[in-house]
């Protein structure tokens, strides 16, 4: 089985700062995709950004960026130059390769303050 | 842009009463899913479906829960007796293909609260 652990519940940051979202996971599988989802008030999930556990490069898209550590399984979320659009509830997710289910951490709340 | 779209937003419903929650995924989507986050919890697994049947379920999707895709639009997820412990948000998701790292598209959520 597959867990996934975030064990910030809530976080803030100032309008243009930086912050990180913490993510430790666990999986007995050898290839599986990682995801940060992010859920804005009252909106849908949405995809962030998606790391697969073979490639050792950290995958950034744009302003977001992840730190993976495939040993220590962390998977970390950096935010830079933070916007108030940032807000939202922002969720880890893996996905082994076989079989079809996400498994989501609990989540975490982040503010961006002005 | 295109989303998947849920209905009913927010549902009541008395314990052991039937609900149908139904999505509309993404058209040209294939692969299609239900989770369900209860409060304070964690978003979990339920169901996955493609190509008119269950791909994979899990152990909360009992035989109180189907999914059905009636008519090529809609996808549903049926509770025929509700319990207490059923309520939650229900999320619908998409995906257009069957690689592990593709983007599933998620509606809004329906609440479900059981009295």
């Known amino acids: 089985a597959q867990t996934v652990t975030q064990s910030q519940p809530e976080m803030s940051v100032q309008e243009a700062e930086t912050v990180t979202l913490s993510c430790t996971y666990d999986t007995s599988e050898n290839n599986y995709y990682l995801f940060w989802y992010k859920q804005p008030p009252s909106r849908q999930m949405i995809l962030v950004i998606r790391?697969?556990?073979?490639?050792?490069q950290n995958a950034t898209e744009n302003r977001f960026s992840v730190n993976f550590q495939k040993a220590a399984k962390s998977f970390s979320l950096k935010i830079s130059d933070s916007q108030l659009g940032d807000t939202a509830m922002y969720f880890c997710a893996c996905h082994k390769t076989s079989g079809s289910r996400l498994t989501f951490g609990e989540g975490t709340q982040l503010t961006v303050n002005p | 842009e295109p989303e998947v779209t849920q209905t009913p937003s927010h549902q009541v419903t008395q314990m052991g009463q039937e609900v149908i929650l139904r999505c509309v995924p993404i058209s040209n989507h294939l692969y299609f899913y239900w989770y369900r986050q209860i409060l304070g919890q964690k978003v979990e697994f339920l169901v996955s479906?493609?190509?008119?049947?269950?791909?994979?379920k899990s152990e909360i999707f009992d035989d109180q829960f189907s999914v059905e895709r009636p008519d090529g639009s809609n996808f549903t997820l049926k509770i025929r007796s509700t319990k207490l412990e059923d309520s939650a948000m229900y999320f619908c998701?998409?995906?257009?293909?069957?690689?592990?790292?593709?983007?599933?598209?998620f509606g809004e959520g329906s609440r479900l609260t059981v009295l």
């Open positions: 479906f493609y190509n008119n049947e269950i791909s994979e």
């Open positions: 790391q697969e556990a073979y490639k050792q």
């Open positions: 998701a998409s995906k257009s293909d069957r690689a592990t790292g593709g983007e599933l598209f």
